[in-house]
C-alpha cells in the first residue's frame, strides 16, 4: 500500500523560497506522476503541478513563473520549490499519487501547515 | 479561483438523501473530462471517493454515487449517516487551468 509523506519547514518568510519533499513509501515513483495541492487555512483546494519521475511536469498556469518540480527516484521522493512567497502562500501542502492515463489523486499525503510571514 | 461551483453547504437528517451539485463550464466538465470527488474529514487530507464520474474505490460504501450530465456532475449520499459529515470537493480538468477542484460543500448531519 502506497504512502506519502510530506516534510520541510513549517515557516517562511515572504520573498523567501518554500521548499517541500514528499517521501513515497510502499511503491516507486517510477510508475505515476506525482502532485502537489495546497489549501489555505479554512478554503478550498488548489492544484500545484505534477511531475513524472522521468522530470516532464506541468504546472498551474496561475503558479507557473514560481514553481519547481523535480524527482530523485534513487530516494523515492519528489520535491516543490515555491519562490517569492507571500502569506497568500499560506497553505497546507499536500502531495499526492495521480495513476498513469487517469486524472484522479489517490492516495494523499497526511499534508504539511506552511506558515508565511511577513 | 475555482473554477467548478459547488453549494457551501447542504445538510440532511440521519438516513435522508442529500446531493451535491457541481457546475463547470464548456472548457471543462462539458469537454468531456471526467468528474472525481473527494471526501475531506475535519483535520485529514481528502480521500477519493468516486472517480471517473461514477465508479466508486475499493471500501467506499455504495451510497455514496456519482453522476455526469453536459457541464454538470452530482454526488449523491443516500442513507446518510454521522460519519459522513465533511466537506466534498469535485475535481476535473480544464485544457487552460490544468486540473480544477470545486469550491467545496460542507455536509451536516442534523
Known amino acids: 500500500q502506497v504512502q506519502l509523506q510530506e516534510s520541510g519547514p513549517g515557516l517562511g518568510k515572504s520573498s523567501e523560497t518554500l521548499s517541500l519533499t514528499c517521501t513515497v513509501s510502499?511503491?516507486?515513483?517510477?510508475?505515476?506522476?506525482w502532485t502537489w495541492i495546497r489549501q489555505p487555512p479554512g478554503k478550498g483546494l488548489e492544484w500545484i503541478g505534477y511531475?513524472?519521475?522521468?522530470?516532464?511536469?506541468n504546472y498551474n498556469p496561475s503558479l507557473k513563473s514560481r514553481v519547481t518540480m523535480s524527482a530523485d527516484t534513487s530516494k523515492n521522493q519528489f520535491s516543490l520549490r515555491l519562490n517569492s512567497v507571500t502569506a497568500s502562500d499560506t497553505a497546507v501542502y499536500y502531495c499526492?499519487?495521480?495513476?498513469?492515463?487517469?486524472?484522479?489523486?489517490?492516495?494523499w499525503g497526511q499534508g504539511t501547515l506552511v506558515t508565511v510571514s511577513s | 479561483q475555482s473554477v467548478l461551483t459547488q453549494p457551501p453547504s447542504v445538510s440532511g437528517a440521519p438516513g435522508q438523501r442529500v446531493t451535491i451539485s457541481c457546475t463547470g463550464s464548456?472548457?471543462?466538465?462539458?469537454?468531456?473530462?471526467?468528474v472525481h470527488w473527494y471526501q475531506q474529514l475535519p483535520g485529514t487530507a481528502p480521500k477519493l471517493l468516486i472517480y471517473?464520474?461514477?465508479n466508486r474505490p475499493s471500501g467506499v460504501p455504495d451510497r455514496f454515487s456519482g453522476s455526469q450530465s453536459g457541464t454538470s456532475a452530482s454526488l449523491a449520499i443516500t442513507g446518510l449517516q454521522a460519519e459522513d459529515e465533511a466537506d466534498y470537493y469535485c475535481?476535473?480538468?480544464?485544457?487552460?487551468?490544468?486540473?480544477?477542484f470545486g469550491t467545496g460543500t460542507k455536509v451536516t448531519v442534523l
Open positions: 499526492a499519487r495521480q495513476a498513469p492515463n487517469s486524472n484522479w489523486f489517490d492516495p
Open positions: 510502499g511503491g516507486s515513483i517510477s510508475d505515476h506522476y
Open positions: 511531475i513524472h519521475y522521468s522530470g516532464s511536469t
Open positions: 464548456s472548457s471543462n466538465i462539458g469537454a468531456g473530462y471526467d
Open positions: 471517473h464520474n461514477t
Open positions: 475535481q476535473s480538468y480544464g485544457r487552460l487551468s490544468g486540473y480544477v
